[in-house]
């Protein structure tokens, strides 16, 4: 009975020895699922899941502090695509359906030049400075809306982007039996 | 591969995987000899017809056009020239619904014809284009606004232009028509075969091609025979060969007609320059002679109206922007009940809800289906893994395997199993026994993917300006701080007393500065207002503008307008 | 705006489930009415049964499921399902039995997937399977055909029996059941027999057991009506039908003494039924023809190696089911090139 132990006894210092240093040997700096996450994650840095941040918020996902369906520009292909990466399975949207895209636009008549919006903006999209006009630019808003509320004559608004053929898509063929377009009169 | 030998002309002839038999439907519409549809009251021309780039309008509303004048042109090297199809004035240049399966609106240029017809001066025939650069003959082509007329519409010039490293061999012309119904082609090719032999020989002279493979379906008996003579009197008789294949749908497909024809496989991701052949559609072929040899740019096509639900099908020559309902008038209006309207063929076009939409470079044919012609599909069944879409596919792919990926929304696998060699000829739908809309599935999946790829861009692009954003904080952060530091320095040499009679008034200020800044801010804006009004001088901006100011004010409140009801009937909804 | 988007092709479809399931039970007609005129009424029986249980079965499913319930029996699915579960068990097996495989095939097979289109397995060769190893006397109760029998059934009789389990007045069990060719023959040669012994009997007919080898010809007839119309393709067939004649005449040549000739293997049980009604079930068979190939001839080899050394006689339903866990493998690794990638030029 003794060799048992000493057997046993031997064996286990070994492997946790080998575990041990190759703990130290192999450890992977930083954190890659997170990053894997945070590239996944469309990047407004709107704070609607409730973390300030993409980043902060592929860290919690990461730590499993978060559940996958907080992000809301992301939409249903995030939350598909971080249950595919994690594992885990698909929930349905925190927010409910998918919200439209929208753009800031500030209106010109009513903006005072006071640039708590510029100082919102996560990606530096407006344009302007102290007491000149500010203007937002389109092509690199997110629609993230965190400049809305800073502002405190609620000059700026959010339009949703129309579709244009060229960014139009086919719809998701609907399971439901569907009436044909019908013509009246010629 | 199984090889054919045509009956006509002893070519030999390759087969491709797949494909099906469809009853042809053609004798509808050739019954009656080609018409020119009557000039409508007013002409909607999109300025995007072509691959690429919108054209850039070059008219203002008010101007007086001629026919033929040039009144948009090409932004960017894949870009083509727009003209007026007939003489008139221009009323507006705004957004009108487009021939498009979303039924969206384009901005279009909106002629009110004048009924005179009048032409605008054309520039020269080239008669002697043999003699001429290659490139001044591409520049005619480009200036006539050609663009591929078989329904994709990638602007010829530039199709024409592939480059010293590609040369090419065999131009093949593109007369098989496959689908049923639509017979424009085949009636172009019984009226207008010398017109169509002159241009596949000039682009045979601009590409320095060997030979000429004329691939036409044998259920165009007429049209062969046509060709044929107009080879024998032209000056490639003796490289260009006119070849029948068997009528079999999807034979008029670009890469399965070069393969029935040379046996090559255009490679995935790739074009038919690859290996040394170029396609052009017996339509653009003519209006490519038209161009070089009389100047004439491309403001008409042939299209083709049919189906049972028209009371007189046929084949009409239609001004580009002609809006539909003038044709089906002109075809002797519809008939019957409940028919649904397509453009395009059966197997590829789209339903349109409006009759208003133009017809376009790129439009081939209108159908008007009966429900006896076009039944409700009904509900899509289960699929079960028959197999028969596997069968019929043209490109070879597996079907069924990127119907289940699609329809759980998994993009990556279904481009694991080639997505984008999906042709979208709609055989596997044809086939398929529990009537599952597969093509769309796929354009679902296609449309899907490039969104999320322009969102996976965007979203580098945002990552990237908002990780420079903090960089930038951080720095002026610490250069705030160094500051500080430097000032806690000078201020701690300084007497006590000094610093404290700020105190007070310090105080004050802090208790609610943002307010008082506000309010300071408002004021100043309603100071300068005022003064400026005494002055009588309103905002810079409110005032003297000039007519197209006011306008583009006016559309930009309308638009403005539009977007918040929007807004908040969505808010509504919600 | 284009309230409801409707996606090429625009035109009519003949193709339809219903009408595909309409043509395999047509072909099935022949080989049922051989089976009925050598086995009696039994089978009828069975596959009435059957074929309500089916229906009830999946009408009770959908219900459950929230799924539209005359729309999914009108393909008919259900029906050949139950009927070619009728024609794999016996003929004297009790009703209560017929029900339970049904709703094991419907219900667990095919309903709890997801349907039809979504099952792994075979529903009819997994219920008959699940019947076999839990009820094992029960499904190797087999009649003898009718030139070779003593008593035979009428219709009364075989109701009785399959409703209350009773043989007919004065008959014991032993007097009217008797094991199937494949049975006796794998028992004797257990036994040590040689082939022409074992052949000697008056059980035998030309190449397989009196009887039941004219079944598998009518049965044949069925298969070929179906390859003529195009509802099936030969790929399947022909492979399971060559892998299970060469690997059995392989070891035949070695020693036919102790393998029966090769044709036995071929019109005995449920060969032909298997190849061409029971292999070439879309759902749940490779779908490349490649694929389709290996599928096949596998399932030939295992019926060959399970009739021969496995532990039950008839081996058709384990072939099938074992390659249904392989066929989606399979399809992954034999995609056929697609246009334009590879070799592509002549």
New interface residues.
Partial sequence: MLTAIAAFAVLASLFGLLLGYSAIRFHVKGDPIADQIDAVLPQTQCGQCGYPGCRPYAEAVARDEAKINKCVPGGEAVVLTLADLLGKDPVPLESGEDKPKALAVIDEEECIGCTLCIQACPVDAILGAAKQMHTVIASECTGCALCVAPCPVECIHMIPIGEDPGSWKWPYPASVHHPLPQLGTA | MQQLHASKTRQRLWRFHGGIHLPDEKELSTGRPVTGAPIPAVLTIPLRQHIGEPAKPLVRVGDRVLKGQRIAEPQGYVSATIHASSSGTVTAIEERPIPHPSGLAGICILIETDGLDEWAKLPMPLDNYEDLDPDVVRERIRWAGIVGMGGAAFPTSVKLNPGPHQPIRTLIVNGAECEPYISCDDMLMRERSGLVIRGASIVMHLLGARDCLIGIEDNKPEAIEAMCLAVAKSDIKDSACVCTIPTFYPSGGEKQLIRILTGKEVPTNGIPAQIGVLCQNVGTLAALAEAVLEGKPLISRYVTLSGRGIEKPQNLEVRIGTPIKDLIQAAGGLQGEGRRLVLGGPMMGFTLDSEQVPITKAANCVLALTPDEAPDPGPALACIRCGKCAEVCPANLLPQQMYWYARSKDLEKVQDYNLFDCIECGCCAQVCPSHIPLVQYYRYAKTESWAREQEKRAAGHARARHEAREARLIRLEEERKAKLRKKKEVLSKEPAAARAETGPKGTAVAQDPKKAAIEAAKKRVAAKKAALAEQGVGPKNTRDLTPSQQRQIDVAEKRRAAAETAATQAAGED | ?????????????P???D??MLQVILALIPGTVALIWYFGWGVAINMVLACLFAVVAEAAALKLRGR?VL??LN?L?ALVTALLFALAVPPTLPWWLTLVGIFFAILVVKQLY?????NPFNPAMAGYVFLLISYPLAMTSWLPPQMLADHTLSFTDSLRLAFTGMPPEGLGWDAITMATPLDTMRTQLDQNRMIEEIRSSPLWGDFGGRGWEWVGNWFLLGGLFLLWRRVISWHIPVSMLLGLLLTAGFFWSLDPQTHPFPAFHMFSGGAILGAFFIATD??T?C??RKGQLIFGASIGVLVFVIRTWGGYPDAIAFAVLLMNIAAPTI?YYT???????GK???
């Fill in positions: 705006m284009a309230s409801v988007i409707l996606s090429s092709p625009h035109g009519t479809r193709n339809r489930v009408r595909v539209p729309p999914t393909d699915s997801g349907g039809l289109g979504y879309p759902v068979a779908t490349t399809d995609q056929p090139r697609v246009f334009g990638h592509g030029s002549r």
